[in-house]
């Protein structure tokens, strides 16, 4: 490769990188517009009511407010103006097929999420305090709500977000690349340890169906029906006292084992499909995370993330 075919081949890929700028700066301008408004409520509460700030319902005001109200406008206002590449419409996911789907990605998420919790324990015990899990302020909620929150308002906001606006904005690289890159983005959208994980390996499930079918409603439904068993199944186990207890503990366990021999079986249903950008997989990489807004959001999330274990 002569010089000029070497500078030709650094401005096409700085040109890539102020793109995956751009998405960056869509990342950080939603978690610091979720931050500016909840953290207003707060303080706006604290001094005109404070009985609120102890209100189920009010925290869940301020939730939705904060990141769906005002995160996901602030992402799609920076994004305004760029174009995607949707996938091509394919054949949805029969009954079966869906059920194999929730089933698997269930079974990778547990799975992950034991991984989750023993780090947290030997942090926990490193620093000699419990690490605060801020899945469990969900719990507060009063049911309804809960549910609402969880298989209606974020299934949608963030499959839209994720698994269309932003995936389709990486799937000219690659459609691995795309998968991936978005489940991480998804993952350190959630802003703390605890989270992280499982869902940067769920997220790559739902990638893969809206990138196989072509059809975010079934990315959708199955985000629903796994936020389901938090926030609907679990307290319902949960008022059943010790056998509800050992129900649920035997449902994750057998989950784990045919969730994983399922995702085995149908790998092949969703292998990445080869990107049009002339980039081989690492330089797609280095272009994605090398770049100012990327680096910002990944900064971001890992303070956040940090002030959960201080």
């Not at 319902?57 to 301020?62: E, G, H, P, S, Y």
């Not at 799609?76 to 029969?94: N, S």
Request: charged share 10%; hydrophobic share 55%.
């Amino acid at each position: 490769m002569d010089r000029s075919e070497r500078a030709e081949r650094a401005l096409r890929l700085r040109g890539h990188r102020e793109k995956f700028s751009r998405l960056g700066w869509a990342l950080v301008s939603q978690a610091a517009a979720m931050l500016a408004v909840q953290t207003a409520l707060l303080l706006l509460a604290q001094a005109a009511a404070p009985r609120l700030i102890h209100s189920g319902a009010f925290l869940w005001l301020v939730s939705v407010l904060s990141a769906y109200g005002a995160g996901v406008p602030a992402f799609c206002l920076v994004l305004r103006g760029t174009k995607g590449a949707p996938p091509e419409p394919g054949r949805p996911l029969g009954p079966g097929r869906f059920l194999q789907t929730y089933i698997a990605g269930l079974g990778l998420m547990y799975l992950v999420n034991f991984g989750t919790l023993a780090l947290m324990a030997l942090i926990s015990a490193l620093r000699g305090a419990a690490v605060e899990n801020p899945v469990e302020s969900l719990a507060g909620y009063p049911l309804p709500l809960g549910l609402l929150l969880g298989c209606v308002i974020a299934p949608l906001c963030e499959e839209y977000l994720f698994r269309w606006l932003l995936l389709n904005r990486l799937r000219p690289y690659g459609e691995g690349f795309a998968a991936g890159a978005s489940a991480l983005c998804f993952g350190l959208f959630h802003g703390n340890l605890s989270q992280f994980f499982y869902a940067c390996a769920i997220g790559v499930v739902f990638a893969a169906v809206v990138l196989k079918t072509g059809r975010l409603w079934q990315a959708v439904l199955l985000h629903a029906m796994i936020n389901f068993i938090g926030t609907g199944l679990i307290p319902l186990l949960s008022g059943l006292g010790t056998a509800g207890e050992r129900l649920l503990t035997a449902l994750v366990l057998g989950v784990i084992p045919v969730g994983l021999a399922l995702l085995v079986r149908r790998r092949r249903d969703f292998a990445p499909a080869h990107g049009w950008m002339g980039l081989t997989a690492g330089e797609a990489w280095r272009c994605f995370l090398a770049n100012p807004g990327m680096l910002c959001f990944l900064g971001l999330s890992l303070f956040l993330a940090a002030a959960y274990l201080v």
